[in-house]
């Protein structure tokens, strides 16, 4: 069946039937965050269908629930937004020290209709203990930044995250 073209790219062609191709649709709105700890969170919403927006929905998984593949691609992101972290050094009186770096959150938009994709992003933190300081970095790539290895791993990550939320929300409307 051919999906409503309104409905492209929401829903995974394979779960599109029917009545429900035109009833209901995959969230629109999806990202995951990574923390340092190895946890994930999937974050989707689905605004337009307003006033009876669905509201932010996070799931969470610790590190045992990340399947192997994509723990290993968030690393493989993660490495080269790093090796994009210009760390200089920090004048002080009668010499420099480098600051000391490390990592935050990195945030992979997986569906986004506003934005150009792929979009991904890691917060670090460089700090100089002798000066008490902390600065937050914003390490970015943007879709005209990928090369098409990059976007071949960014693409496995998204369709492992859209399954997911697909899932999940295949669960609460179940539940309804």
Not at 5 to 27: I, N, Q, S
Not at 58 to 64: A, Q
Not at 76 to 83: D, M, S, T, V
Not at 116 to 134: H, N
Request: hydrophobic share 35%; with cysteine; charged share 30%.
């Amino acid at each position: 069946m051919e999906v409503p073209y309104k409905f492209k790219g929401l829903v995974p062609e394979h779960a599109v039937h029917g009545e429900e191709a035109r009833t209901r649709t995959a969230p629109a709105r999806q990202h995951i965050d990574e923390h340092l700890d190895g946890n994930l969170e999937i974050r989707y919403d689905y605004p337009f269908s307003v006033p009876h927006a669905l509201p932010e929905q996070v799931i969470r998984l610790v590190p045992e629930e990340v399947p192997q593949q994509l723990r290993a691609d968030l690393t493989e992101l993660r490495n080269w937004l790093r090796a994009r972290l210009d760390v200089r050094p920090v004048r002080i009186p009668h010499g420099e020290i480098l600051p000391a770096t490390r990592d935050g959150i990195l945030t992979v938009v997986i569906q986004d209709q506003r934005r150009a994709l792929p979009i991904v992003r890691l917060y670090c933190y460089e700090t100089t203990q002798q000066l008490g300081s902390q600065v937050e970095r914003e390490l970015r790539m943007e879709a005209s930044d990928f090369t098409p290895a990059q976007r071949a791993v960014w693409k496995r990550v998204q369709q492992e995250i859209k399954g997911m939320a697909w899932k999940n929300f295949q669960e609460k409307l179940s539940d309804r």
